[in-house]
């Protein structure tokens, strides 16, 4: 019999292991180096406790706290590949929000510093007063069209800049929740990074159903296994309502994650009973193809939306001074 028990404990020690190496390929890049730390420890016969408990000051806070999570339930090596793949997926689809934005905010942040540079080159390299020594009418007019001119391009560059400024001090210094509760707020952009975020928060959920977690236990087990995560505050106040008595669809539905196109496929999770699991994957593939349609429609619109303003912003840097010189021109020529 000891032979036996054993072996079963060698071969779920091993099945662990492949599990996690299985999760390490689609694991963060900053996650690679924790996972195999502990496949390491478990290779050399501990079993994943044990290993967790020998790695898991080395590892990143959202892994160590989603693995610490994951051994209560019975089959933690599937859990953790399942939630790194979902991880994956969200990964993806914010790479690729990231490149819809990219391209346009290049090209306006050209435009922007053409403009600025040619009109502060303009203004600095050219006195315009030798102007009034021909007499043309309309001259102080003239001037101060162009300082408005001035003013205005350098002041779409100062509130551009403060912008892109508070945007970085956000995603480096400022804490995991922050750029999602930040950049999610903004018109139009914000919604899919909401859904983004919400598809991962209902997979994560129906993981820990799967496994046979109650519904408060699994609420709980979520709000702990995205500490320190963009999604913290947003499980956690779930997790708080779940134990006041609300219904899983119910606390999605009041989170800062959903809105009116989502909500109906969170209310219907309530209708589904004993299919709850299920109904958390359809809904969760669901808002998925929301933010990847509405991805679409940005990857349509924003270019359009952004080379009108290009084209607007190198227009007024031009025609500014070309229109104070056209009568200059026009003498000129006329002279001739």
Known sequence: MEPELLSS???????????????????????????????????????MEAAFEQAKLELPSELRFLMRESLKVPDPGRLIVDALRVRDEVRRSWQGFATLIAYPAILFAFALAVGVVFSYSIRNMIDFRWIEEFGLSGFETMLANLADQHHAVMGLAMATGWIVLVLLTILIVGPPWAPVAVMGGIVVV???????????????????????????????????????????????????????????????????????????ALVLLDERGRDLVSALAESADLVGRLADQRCRTLGTILPVFILVNVGTIVWASVSAYLMGLMPLITMITSLA
Request: proline letters at 4%.
């Open 190 to 264: 914000g919604r899919p990074l909401r859904w983004i975020s919400l598809q991962e928060v209902l997979h994560r959920y129906r993981l820990f159903l799967e496994q046979g977690m109650g519904t408060i236990d699994a609420a709980e087990a979520v709000s702990h296994s995205f500490s320190r995560s963009s999604q913290a505050v947003v499980t956690r106040a779930m997790a708080t309502r779940i134990r006041a008595g609300a219904s899983i669809g119910q606390s999605a539905c009041q989170s800062m994650l959903s809105d009116r196109l989502c909500r109906p």
């Open 9 to 47: 404990a060698a071969g779920q020690i091993a099945l662990d292991s492949l599990k996690l190496s299985l999760a390490q390929q689609v694991a963060p890049r900053r996650w690679r180096a924790g996972l195999a730390r502990v496949v390491a420890e478990m290779d050399r016969g501990r079993p």
